[in-house]
């Protein structure tokens, strides 16, 4: 098989039809490799990304993979025949190498005791799944609801401001991911991405997201995809309790004996229970605040580690287009505009959009009672009028206060608390525009921009939630970032507070080895954790968890 980079396809070529764009990419191959349309047996995709460093030459650059209908020997000889003209190194002969899930553990080296992985978002989920297709036959628990379920507590929460601490826009499965746009791109690398994505292929996900660049799913379509790897990993001979609570870790001589697990039945009732295990997988989230509770009362080591906090920023989604994209703009080919920002100042601090959503909608992703927390996300056609983003400023170790590991909680929950109390209760958060904010003046109404905040904001002063620090941090980052995004800056953009869970403030420490570095059997894994950074990142590592697990069986 060939790869082929590099290969441009004009938009005068595209419709934003897959078929069109295909077809274009094998006319463009053919004439690159000297070859006719017969001559290519397969061309497939592998990477799909706009350039638009020229807004007056905005074009697709695509990598394709050919076979050629002669097969190897004709793709050697291509090569040959291309190496005499000219010194091409964006052609080259590939092997296939698919990456797959751990191997069955034998019969004999299956422990008495099942793992049990706790939290089903997608460290969880991934990790699970790589275990029960090794035959270890997982416990996955899940405080919320399921992805059905959920949707309607989460609606019901956008419509009338009752809020169910156990399943949210944070808990339940898919976790924080599944009602944030699903982005799936990751400035991470791993062989274990191509395996992620042809998972979400094969639970309902668009196909695209094996070869577009900055792939998402959508918030509309993620339920169908983790609901779909549930039943995979119940097919396989996992267990999934979802409303399953662990409210104790039994941590004796220095490893884990077992969990204490609390389920909410139908009725309401809860029942409680004891389950012996010595393989705990942890993959909780970066909210789930009562199990790093849990974690400090049981000796589990834990640090302190940098996050970040700030609001969301919306602008209209037409004027990030133009631009982006200038008079292309609009074009079927490029959709809505992304962008990624991010700046240093001379205070020595730093500012960052995060989780950029084009033609999406802040949500309240609050996960206690008198706590505004916010997030954002997109459905599968982006089709929002606004485009928001989280602008946000770092929060390092030194800035907080004491020595107790989880002052970055704290800090994380006043500031919720804050612009609960700014919103005047209900969830209604707290909202200012742009040019207010920079003259810190508070504002009144809004302009063009129309809030998607869906429990409606009380305009006035954002900082006032945020510490100085961060508040002063944006205030001078968005005339920078203005520079590099014309019109970011602009002054009826809406600043909605806050935002503080992007990702987790403490880290639980753990050894080359994957465990808990004071815990045998403990292994923190994914976001909660402190070891990932997104959907991509977090499944990767519940991998990796359920590799060394597996590894560790045969030692």
Wanted: aromatic residues 4%; proline residues 5%; glycine residues 12%.
């Amino acid at each position: 098989m060939l790869e082929v980079s590099g290969i441009r396809i004009p938009l005068s070529a595209l419709d934003g039809t897959d078929e069109r764009e295909l077809a274009a990419c094998r006319r463009t191959l053919a004439r690159k490799l000297r070859v006719s349309d017969k001559d290519l047996a397969r061309v497939e995709r592998r990477r799909r990304s706009i350039d638009a460093r020229r807004r007056d030459d905005i074009h697709l650059t695509f990598t394709l993979r050919v076979e050629l209908t002669g097969g190897v020997a004709a793709e050697r000889a291509l090569l040959a025949r291309l190496a005499k003209r000219r010194a091409d190194k964006s052609v080259k002969l590939v092997a296939e190498s698919p990456y797959g899930f751990p191997a069955p553990v034998s019969v004999a080296n299956r422990p008495a005791l099942r793992p049990v992985v706790v939290g089903a978002g997608c460290a969880g989920l991934f990790c699970a799944l790589s275990l029960a297709r090794a035959g270890l036959e997982p416990l996955l628990v899940e405080r919320g609801d399921n992805a059905e379920r959920r949707g309607k507590v989460v609606g019901y929460h956008n419509e009338t401001g009752e809020l169910d601490p156990e399943s949210n826009i944070q808990f339940g499965v898919g976790g924080a991911g599944t009602f944030s746009d699903g982005k799936l791109q990751t400035g991470t690398k791993s062989p274990a991405h191509r395996l992620i994505l042809e998972t979400f292929v094969g639970a309902g996900a668009a196909r695209e997201i094996l070869w577009d660049a900055k792939p998402h799913v959508g918030s509309d379509v993620l339920p169908t995809v983790v609901t779909d790897i549930v039943r995979q990993i119940e097919e396989a001979g996992g267990e999934v309790r979802c409303r399953c609570r662990m409210t104790d870790l039994d941590v004796t001589g220095g490893a884990v004996r077992g969990v204490t697990l609390e389920t909410t039945l139908e009725d309401g009732t809860a029942v409680e229970e004891r389950v012996s295990a010595n393989c705990v997988v942890l993959c909780c989230g970066h909210s789930a605040r009562d199990v790093f509770e849990l974690l400090r009362e049981r000796g589990v080591p834990m640090e302190r580690k940098t996050f970040a906090m700030g609001v969301r920023i919306e602008h209209l989604q037409a004027e990030i287009d133009r631009a982006l994209y200038g008079g292309f703009a609009g074009n079927p080919a490029l959709g809505a505009a992304p962008y990624s920002l991010s700046c240093h100042l001379p205070s020595g601090r730093s500012a960052f959009s995060f989780c950029m959503c084009p033609g999406g909608y802040v949500v309240s992703a609050a996960s206690e009672a008198g706590g505004v927390c916010t997030n954002g996300m997109s459905l599968s056609d982006r089709a929002g009028a606004n485009a928001n983003s989280g602008l946000l400023a770092n929060v390092f170790p030194e800035d907080l206060p004491g020595d107790n590991v989880l002052a970055g909680v704290e800090l994380q929950r006043a500031c919720e608390r804050a612009a609960f109390a700014a919103g005047g209760g209900a969830f209604v958060a707290p909202a200012q525009l742009v040019g207010d904010f920079l003259q810190k003046t508070p504002s009144s109404s809004g302009g063009r921009v129309v809030p998607t905040y869906p429990r409606g904001v009380s305009w006035g002063d954002v900082s006032g939630c945020l510490p100085d620090y961060v508040s002063e941090t944006l205030r001078a980052a968005i005339p920078v970032l203005a520079r590099k995004l014309h019109g970011f800056d602009a002054s009826d953009a809406v600043l909605t507070g806050v935002e503080t869970r992007s990702s987790s403030p403490i880290r639980v420490t753990r050894g080359s080895d994957g465990q808990s570095v004071g815990v045998r059997g403990l292994w923190p894994v994914g976001e909660g954790a402190g070891y990932a950074g997104g959907i991509m990142s977090a499944a990767t590592d519940g991998i990796l968890a359920a590799e060394k697990i597996v590894a560790s069986l045969a030692q």
